[in-house]
């Protein structure tokens, strides 16, 4: 457990950093009206949807570097690590530029009003730009975390998101007050969030590409020294695809979510993304451990230990069940006080509590569904999570909640259970594949 710990804290202090960053976003563009609040809450939206296609290459960079640091390949984790870094460079050129291209398209698919398609589309075309950096930069940190060194990832994002918070009203208001003192803003509105936004995230790629460069498990050259191995790169896709896959269909599974949503209002869309900032902070937790029992479970089967292997599966359901509880009773108690530090619509805040309620009961199974998949991942199994994932997010989640909306008639109410469904579904699923104990003997 305390390997567990040792790994997970600084990424879990990384990402509640990284959560701010977002809070700070959602909060001050919420400060300019509710259809510049629902407009970014799209956005957000399909910005996870991108962002987490960082998983192809990033999901194959965690499973391959620590296998070859257990291992001790030298020259495999360095070849390794150089080819994520152009993998991932690549990957997000290439996704950016096809969704910048036919973003007016992907907008209209939701059928929010006018307005709102308005805002959350020039947001979207600025954060655009910035899909590229931070898919390198979360390949980068995958290196370091592959190594073990998930401290200097936290550093970094720590004080990003400290800038992020001075830019964000500076760029998006005309003028603010701050103890006591008016402060001359751009007052570029919605259009502010994003440009800060890139900002931070191109001063982090630079940081972290320097420090980089110190790491003592892994010796990466010059950039001009790389070239492309595209037998290595294949390697990390292998892996990596299902992993992106899984996460790719998550923030889909959000966007469909959200298409359902439009039918029960714009008060409902924006009740979901208030409640979601909410369950984020819980993920961030799992999330931490999720990428700590990936890192050891890869690190240990490299060295073949497979006592230790299953040490690390039991420590992780502990950990995990006793940070669930701690966290389901908190958010229970203060579900209404936290939808209401977005905003004063008392129907906003109605939906926004019954949303937490719902899902905080679902994430009992959260536990199983985090470290039964770091274990898959961790292992280089990576398919399981995929096809479990697909299978709970689209069928126990998308067809369920548009069944109880569409063919049914049920309220907004009904489609929350069907976060909670999917959630059980996915968890059980997981643990079942798990006990066949097929991911013991894949190679990578």
């Known amino acids: ?52 296609t960082a998983g192809f290459v990033s999901g194959g960079t965690i499973a391959i570097v620590s296998r070859k640091v257990g291992e001790k390949n030298e020259g495999e984790t360095n ?32 059928r929010a009003e006018k307005l709102v398609e308005k805002y959350g589309l020039d947001y979207f075309k600025i954060m655009l730009f910035c899909v590229p950096l931070i898919i390198l930069v979360q390949t980068m940190a995958a290196i370091f975390i592959a190594t073990g060194d998930t401290k200097t990832p936290m550093i970094v994002l720590g004080i990003i998101n400290i800038f992020n918070l001075i830019f964000d009203p500076i760029f998006i208001f005309e003028s603010f007050d701050i103890f006591g003192f008016s402060i001359k803003g751009m007052g570029l509105g919605i259009k502010g969030a994003g440009y800060a936004t890139l900002l931070c995230i191109a001063i982090s790629v630079i940081w972290v590409g320097v420090k980089l460069r110190s790491l003592k498990l892994v010796k990466i050259r010059a950039v001009r020294k790389i070239r492309p191995d595209f037998s290595m790169m294949k390697r990390i896709l292998r892996v990596g695809f299902w992993v992106g896959l899984n996460g790719f269909s998550r923030p889909l599974s959000a966007v469909a979510m959200q298409r359902i949503l439009s039918f029960h209002g714009t008060k409902a869309i924006a009740a979901f993304i208030f409640g979601l900032q909410w369950i984020s902070l819980l993920f961030i937790f799992l999330e931490g451990m999720r990428i700590a029992i990936t890192t050891l479970i890869g690190r240990n089967l490299g060295k073949k230990d497979m006592e230790q292997v299953d040490i690390t599966i039991r420590s992780g359901i502990l950990l995990g069940n006793f940070l669930m509880v701690f966290f389901m009773l908190f958010g229970f108690i203060f579900a209404k006080q936290g939808i209401g530090l977005f905003i004063n619509d008392p129907e906003v805040i109605k939906l926004g509590t019954n949303y937490l309620n719902f899902v905080l009961i679902g994430l009992i199974f959260g536990v199983p569904m985090t470290v039964y998949g770091a274990v898959f991942n961790g292992s280089g199994n990576t398919i399981p999570p995929m096809i479990i994932g697909f299978v ?32 059980v579904l996915e968890g059980t699923l997981l643990y079942i594949w798990y006990k066949r104990g097929t991911w013991r003997t894949i190679m990578v």
């Not at 909060?27 to 949807?49: D, N, Q, R, V």
């Not at 910048?100 to 907008?107: A, N, T, V």
């Not at 998308?398 to 489609?415: D, K, P, R, S």
């Open 392 to 423: 709970s997010n689209w069928i126990g989640k998308i067809a369920v909640a548009y069944a109880l909306t569409f063919i049914f008639g049920f309220g907004v109410n009904a489609t929350w259970l069907s976060i909670t469904v999917s959630l």
């Open 79 to 110: 070849h390794s690590a150089e080819q994520s870094i152009i993998l991932a460079l690549c990957f997000g050129l290439i996704i950016a530029s096809l969704l910048f291209l036919s973003s007016e398209r992907i907008f209209s698919f939701f």
């Open 1 to 52: 457990m305390i390997q567990i710990l040792k790994l997970a804290a600084p990424v879990v202090f990384g990402q509640i950093m990284q959560n701010i960053l977002n809070f700070a976003d959602r909060y001050f563009i919420a400060k300019l009206g509710i259809h510049e609040a629902a407009g970014a809450s799209l956005c957000f939206t399909l910005i996870w949807f991108l962002i987490t």
